[in-house]
Nanobody, 125 residues
Framework: QVQLVESGGGLVQAGGSLRLSCAAS????????MGWFRQAPGKEREFVSA???????TYYADSVKGRFTISRNNANTVYLQMNSLKPENTAVYYC???????????????????WGQGTQVTVSS
């Protein structure tokens, strides 16, 4: 089992920044990747970013490239730095852990095995 706890969400004006954190505990040594997804009201959950624990390779959705940065530390915490936020970035952001190896970019929700409860990000115009 892996437990994931997100934090750092909140209300920010357009153009502002937020940093989300995801603290992982449990069988984290068995996970290959950590990812962030988001879900806006009335929309499906969508991929935002991911990072491999080994090697640190990162992946981003086209809509956030150049504005969001994913990183990790050595204490099983993953961060998502979000800059130049837009109202359309408003969503619940979820952290996820993938326990299987894939050669691709971990862009799909079914490639992840554990999910956090989510943290709300609201960007006002």
């Amino acid at each position: 089992q892996v437990q994931l706890v997100e934090s750092g969400g909140g209300l920010v004006q357009a153009g502002g920044s937020l940093r989300l954190s995801c603290a992982a505990s449990g069988r984290t040594f068995s996970s290959y990747v950590m990812g962030w997804f988001r879900q806006a009201p009335g929309k499906e959950r969508e991929f935002v970013s991911a990072i491999r624990w080994s090697g640190g390779r990162t992946y981003y959705a086209d809509s956030v490239k150049g504005r969001f940065t994913i990183s990790r530390n050595n204490a099983n915490t993953v961060y998502l730095q979000m800059n130049s936020l837009k109202p359309e970035n408003t969503a619940v952001y979820y952290c996820a852990a993938g326990m299987s190896y894939y050669s691709g970019g971990y862009y799909y929700a079914d490639e992840y095995d554990y999910w956090g409860q989510g943290t709300q990000v609201t960007v006002s115009s």
